[in-house]
């Protein structure tokens, strides 16, 4: 699976972006998704992830009730609707495929983690 991530900007705080993730491959059903990202001199953390066929999803606290995660198998996307951003959200933000679930969420090693796209970069200013 190859992940191409795309839609970020700046952005004011309190605005809002929708990132969208484009995945090759047929077998795109099969795989849970997330979102990461990585603010300058931080490590990479987890946002957000949904489950193979969207039933289950899964959100950071910092991010909860702000951003929400959707895929459409049919068009092999994933998407991250981010409202209400803030300074704090500032990072470069990157896709993530893993056939299970629990591997995107559990906080373990992300070398566990399957297919990575390349990140897009968000800046929300103050």
């Known amino acids: 699976v190859q992940l191409q991530a795309s839609g970020g900007g700046l952005v004011q705080s309190g605005g809002s972006l929708r990132l969208s993730c484009a995945a090759s491959g047929r077998t795109f059903s099969r795989y849970a998704l997330g979102w990461f990202r990585q603010a300058p001199g931080k490590e990479r953390e987890f946002v957000a992830a949904?489950?193979?066929?969207?039933?289950?999803?899964h959100y950071s606290d910092s991010v909860k009730g702000r951003f929400t995660i959707s895929r459409d198998n049919a068009k092999n996307t994933v998407d991250l609707q981010m409202n209400s951003l803030k300074p704090e959200d500032t990072a470069v933000y990157y896709c993530?495929?893993?056939?299970?679930?629990?591997?995107?969420?559990?906080?373990?090693?992300?070398?566990?983690?399957?297919?990575w796209g390349q990140g897009t970069l968000v800046t929300v200013s103050s």
């Open positions: 949904i489950s193979t066929f969207g039933g289950t999803t």
């Open positions: 993530a495929a893993d056939d299970t679930f629990a591997v995107l969420v559990s906080g373990g090693t992300l070398l566990a983690i399957d297919y």
